[in-house]
């Protein structure tokens, strides 16, 4: 059983560009979640898709955005990038709903400078 | 405001000694309750996780967790920390109005006394 990989691991992008980060999710789950993790903090919902459908979303604005397909892998696109966007990109895996508990990547670190 | 509380920041144990860590969360009704763990350099680790019944929860290395409710609280013990469990654990909610997030405490770091 493979646990959920994400691509790349590190990543420094300029202020202003776009950047596409990848997610495969564990086999056999269905539902991808993505969180932003800033230095010293816990988490924040980003959003998730469940089939290929966006399923909910956290109070992060449209230049956030995602996709997921058919062997239920995701990205999330951000484009236009602020200086505020530097975290820990985390992307989780689950079959259904958050209650069966998440398998996370190791995530993305994304510096924009 | 909806809120998940890690009161402590930092916790210094000893080696061998007994653990506990704290989560209060703001909620009207009864959330699903979970401890995750954070190791330097990789994802999250569920650690146990309360959805109803007992409030006494056995987790993954040792951990339980109990739920009081009337004091909207769910904090992780230990009886004996190892140093391998010196790692950043986090209290997580899932709200039953929105059950397809998690709501995060800002994370208390562990660190162990030789």
Partial sequence: ETGVTQSPTHLIKTRGQQVTLRCSSQSGHNTVSWYQQALGQGPQFIFQYYREEENGRGNFPPRFSGLQFPNYSSELNVNALELDDSALYLCASSLGMVGYGYTFGSGTRLTVV | ?114
Avoid: M
């Avoid at chain 2, 144990?13 to 401890?35: D, I, K, M, Q």
């Fill in chain 2, 1 to 114: 405001a909806q809120s998940v509380t890690q009161p402590d920041i930092h916790i210094t144990v000893s080696e061998g000694a007994s653990l506990e860590l704290r989560c209060n969360y703001s909620y009207g009704a009864t959330p699903y309750l979970f401890w995750y763990v954070q190791s330097p350099g990789q994802g999250l680790q569920l650690l146990l996780k309360y959805f109803s019944g007992d409030t006494l929860v056995q987790g993954i290395k040792g951990f339980e967790a109990e739920f009081k409710r009337s004091q909207s609280s769910f904090n992780l013990r230990k009886p004996s920390v190892h140093w391998s469990d010196a790692a950043e654990y986090f209290c997580a909610v899932a709200p039953e109005e929105s059950n397809y997030q998690l709501i995060w405490g800002a994370g208390t770091k562990l660190i162990i006394k030789p």
